[in-house]
């Protein structure tokens, strides 16, 4: 082995014999892909060397970005991912290269991101040894890849590779995840392009959905007298044809639109029929239409325990169109009057042709009854707050920073808690893959790592992490990152002292007892910014306000932008655990609010 | 059952309370049914733990649970596995299952009435005088074979149904029952289509 470590050799695009560490390189080149998102190691060196040589030899046409903490290159890959369509792609070593990724791999799962992870391996003859570095990563990351490969022979990495892109990209979207062990990266065999290899596995996603049963849904959506559209994640993975095609049927069958906190974007907040966001920190409106809609139309989400509350209690008087791609989504949570597997996209198009070829037409009259019912709803304005001239409001600070970035090409990150959810609520997004946020796993420390991913793949966008001071501190160290490349990311604090989400359920649920949800010794950020080579900004008075965001935005720098705010400011509207969609604690209610969950709602989270 | 209304409130299925969250749902009071799953799966490392995983993972029951590879020229192997469960949690088991990629075909044989369930047993009885000669004669009335004998025991194999093989172990525990080894339940479609 240590002679082949010290022969470099350079192949030729054309030639066909090459190492298993080269064959990574020129697959991951075939499959198009330009960026991706790492840190070496002793078990991962040769394909860092095979993409030394690629660099030297075409030029940068596969950029590697050094991340400072391996998860931070899965969420970078996430963000990368989210805001282009294309898969996220990771390098990281074995053992703890592999662990520390885990977190990312796992987001990427629950929230349907394409992405593929490749870790290095103690050499095949070491494994079981409990060698230096060694951990079963395809063992551990069984359970949280949507597919996984240890390589034995280097004869079958071609295969492995574009087989692995395939599965990430295709059906409902994945993590997979490539084992390669150090000696496979060293052998030699030859390699195939993606369209010479044949895939070894049965896997062939349903696209085309079910022509009868989208027959029979756009009938009971012509009949219906209080429709909904309830659209989620899948909306967007499906690509911006598929928010197009949501658009226009939303449109001929006159029906109102929620989404949930993925699927923000795919429906534009400007349209008249948008509702705002469903479930826990929803809009009243929204899931007041979801309790007391008669058609329910779920497009690519899944009934997540966030947004149905109660289950028993869950949209009682509806029937149920559900769409998803996996045909697992259906029926899990809540029983549907009709499944369809398929593909958004695909689903809506035909949808919208089969509206057409009926010559359905929606029941105008009922459908205005609705809409006044609608508007009621609204008029309860249950966004509201009370302003202070002496304090910055969270919800003020992400609404003044809409009013100005709405007109810029802007894509908002987010990390995870009451920051998130009031980003959700008064940031509005007209366009899908906009919004890059950690929805099914909650991953605080998302944020940054995915701005730096979304930066990279739109250098002259803007491109904003609204975080809290806890979340940030997470995966602060990307900062580094952020600074080495130039990308010009704004990481927008709110920073309120406290893990805020944290506080406001033991608030509600533990009788005020603030066990370990103060941050205690914060870090100074606009000096930590400093010290990192970025710029901090500070803002604690309203009145700056406009003008310090103005300052962030305009700074052709990342900036850390720290945002003293209100410090015990509840998320609010809220359905509370064990509660109905139209049981919601509305602001004025927010003062009582240890009163409303009851014993059993203080069980679940 | 009353589609859209959510399967909780009662019904045919369930006496389960209903649930405030997807957190409180309790299978305990469902009526549960046996099933059996015939899975083709590819023959690769770790196939086995993929399947068992999502079992352990989402909370499923495995009552017993064959695997041995079937066909070498094309990778495939067969796993039998008996699980129990409402409806809708056999529905997504099916789902969960036919999800994952290295499996190429998942079968419901319960609902197939064109299914068959086969179980083999070795049984060892431990007696002498009447009870010795009950077993063996109880031992013919069930087919069993007598595969190892000592002056005062027996070691039977028995296949059937499982249902039978519980009746055959019943009656030897009395006979001096010592010790019992299953293979757990194998199946197969009657008729000249495959798999």
């Known amino acids: 082995m240590t002679a082949q470590t010290t022969t470099r050799s350079i192949a030729p695009t054309t030639a066909r014999e090459m190492t298993g560490a080269e064959m990574v390189v020129r697959a991951l080149v075939d499959q198009g892909v330009d960026t991706l998102f790492g840190y070496p190691g002793g078990a991962v060196l040769p394909i860092y060397d095979a993409l030394f040589n690629d660099n030297e030899t075409h030029g940068e046409r596969l950029r590697h970005i050094l991340v400072r903490h391996e998860q931070g290159a899965t969420h970078a890959a996430e963000g990368y991912a989210r805001s282009t369509g294309k898969p996220g792609v990771v390098l990281v070593t074995s053992g703890p290269g592999a662990t520390n990724a885990i977190t990312g791999i796992v987001d990427a799962l629950m929230d349907s991101i394409p992405m593929v992870v490749f870790t290095g391996q103690v050499p095949t003859h070491l494994i079981g040894t409990d060698a230096f570095q060694e951990a079963d990563t395809v063992g551990i990351t069984r359970a949280c890849t949507k597919h996984n490969y240890l390589v034995k022979d280097v004869a079958d990495l071609p295969r492995i590779i574009h087989e692995a892109f395939h599965i990430a990209t295709t059906g409902r979207p994945g993590p997979v995840l490539i084992d390669i062990p150090k000696d496979v990266q060293f052998s030699t065999a030859t390699y195939q392009g993606p369209d010479e290899v044949a895939f070894s596995h049965g896997y062939a996603p349903r696209t085309k959905g079910d022509s009868g049963k989208i027959a029979e849904a756009v009938r009971l959506i012509a009949k219906a007298r209080r429709p909904v559209f309830y659209t989620g994640g899948g909306v967007i993975n499906a690509g911006p044809a598929a928010s197009a095609a949501l658009r226009t049927l939303a449109a001929m069958t006159g029906a109102p639109v929620t989404s949930t906190l993925m699927g923000l974007g795919a429906f534009p907040a400007a349209d008249p029929a948008w509702l705002g966001m469903l479930g826990m920190h929803g809009t009243y409106e929204a899931n007041h239409a979801m309790h007391d809609c008669d058609v329910m139309i779920c497009v690519g989400a899944r009934f997540d325990d966030r947004v149905t509350g109660r289950l028993d209690a869950f949209s009682p008087n509806s029937k149920k169109i559900h769409i998803d791609i996996d045909a697992s989504s259906i029926n899990k949570n809540v029983r549907v009057d009709i499944g369809i597997v398929g593909d958004a996209r695909s689903v809506l198009d035909d949808m919208i042709e089969a509206w057409k070829a009926e010559g359905l037409e929606a029941n105008r009259t009922a459908l205005d009854d609705w809409w006044r019912q609608i508007d009621a709803w609204r008029a309860v304005q249950c966004l509201r707050y009370t302003p202070s001239t002496t304090a910055i409001k969270p919800q003020q600070a992400i609404e003044r920073l809409y009013a100005l970035t709405r007109d810029r090409d802007t894509y908002i990150t987010t990390e995870v808690g009451q920051h998130q959810m009031w980003a959700a609520q008064f940031y509005r997004f007209q366009e899908p893959n906009r919004w890059m946020t950690s929805g099914g796993l909650g991953t605080m420390g998302y944020g940054m790592p995915a701005a730096v991913g979304v930066q990279l793949a739109h250098p002259g966008s803007l491109v904003i992490d609204i975080a809290g001071e806890a979340s940030i501190q997470m995966c602060i160290q990307e900062l580094s990152t952020a600074v080495q490349y130039g990308l010009p990311i704004k990481i927008f604090i709110l920073n309120n002292e406290w893990m805020g989400m944290v506080r406001q359920w033991q608030q509600l649920l533990h009788g005020e007892r603030y066990s370990q949800s103060y941050s205690e010794s914060l870090p100074d950020f606009v000096k930590l910014a400093e010290a990192y080579g970025a710029v901090g900004i500070r803002c604690s008075d309203p009145a700056e306000l406009d003008a310090k965001i103005m300052e962030m935005i305009d700074s052709p720098h990342p900036v850390i932008f720290d945002c003293r705010v209100e410090k015990l400011e509840n998320c609010l509207p809220m359905i509370p655990s064990g509660k109905a969609h139209n049981e919601m604690i509305l602001p004025e209610g927010g003062d009582d609010i240890g009163k409303v969950i009851d014993e059993a709602g203080r069980r679940l989270v | ?195």
């Open chain 2, 1 to 195: 059952m009353k589609p859209g209304a959510g399967w909780f409130k009662g019904g045919d299925m369930t006496t389960a309370p209903n649930p405030a969250s997807a957190y409180d749902m309790s299978h305990e009071d469902v009526v549960e049914n046996l099933a059996t799953f015939a899975l083709l799966v590819d023959n690769e490392a770790g196939v086995l733990h993929r399947v068992v995983g999502l079992f352990a993972a989402r909370g499923y029951n495995i009552d017993s649970l064959t695997v041995a590879e079937t066909d070498r020229r094309s990778h495939t192997s067969r796993i039998t596995i008996v699980t129990r469960g409402a409806p809708h949690v056999l529905e997504q088991i099916e789902a969960q299952l036919s999800k994952v990629v290295s499996v190429r075909r998942v079968h419901d044989v319960t609902r197939d009435p064109n299914g068959i369930e086969r179980e083999l047993a070795l049984v060892k009885v431990r007696g002498t005088g009447t009870d010795r000669v009950e077993a063996l004669r109880v031992s013919d009335i069930f087919r069993a074979k007598v595969i190892d004998t000592t002056s005062e025991s027996f070691v039977f194999e028995i296949t059937g149904a499982p249902s039978k093989i519980d009746s055959f172990v019943e009656l030897m525990r009395p006979l001096g029952l010592v010790e019992l080894s299953r293979t757990g339940v194998l199946s197969i479609e009657r008729g000249a289509e495959g798999m």
